[in-house]
């Protein structure tokens, strides 16, 4: 059973930065799609960015050109990177994967929020004013 564990999650004030990152356990096959999601309260979960093994990336209009989503293959851990932080970024952020032997180009950005396998348990973020 593959674990996501996630970490980097804290409090920071407008226009901060944070850096999250999520270590699978283990990685039953080579290729991935895997994402940062986010849930305020109150409010439905949401997907944030994703990556895949081919390198390609998608993020949310609301995130784009503030946060960078990557992945260190030769760690198997992903990051987020987020810059300039408004207080409407506060929410739980999890980590996602899936594992397969072949993926499309086009997979990971068209991949639905349930056909995620792999979740971790969340980390918090918050952002004042």
């Known amino acids: 059973q593959v674990q996501l564990a996630e970490s980097g999650g804290g409090s920071v004030q407008t226009g901060g930065s944070l850096r999250l990152s999520c270590a699978p356990s283990t990685v039953p096959y080579p290729k991935y799609c895997m994402g940062w999601f986010r849930q305020a309260p109150g409010k439905q979960r949401e997907v944030v960015a994703r990556i895949d093994s081919h390198g390609t990336t998608t993020y949310a209009a609301s995130v784009k050109d503030r946060f960078t989503i990557s992945h260190d293959d030769t760690e198997n851990t992903l990051y987020l990177q987020m810059n300039s932080l408004k207080p409407e970024d506060s929410a739980t952020y999890y980590c996602?994967?899936?594992?397969?032997?072949?993926?499309?180009?086009?997979?990971?950005?068209?991949?639905?929020?349930?056909?995620?396998?792999?979740w971790g348990q969340g980390t918090q973020v918050a952002v004042s004013l």
């Open positions: 996602a994967a899936l594992f397969v032997g072949y993926i499309s180009e086009t997979y990971c950005a068209q991949t639905r929020e349930t056909t995620f396998r792999y």
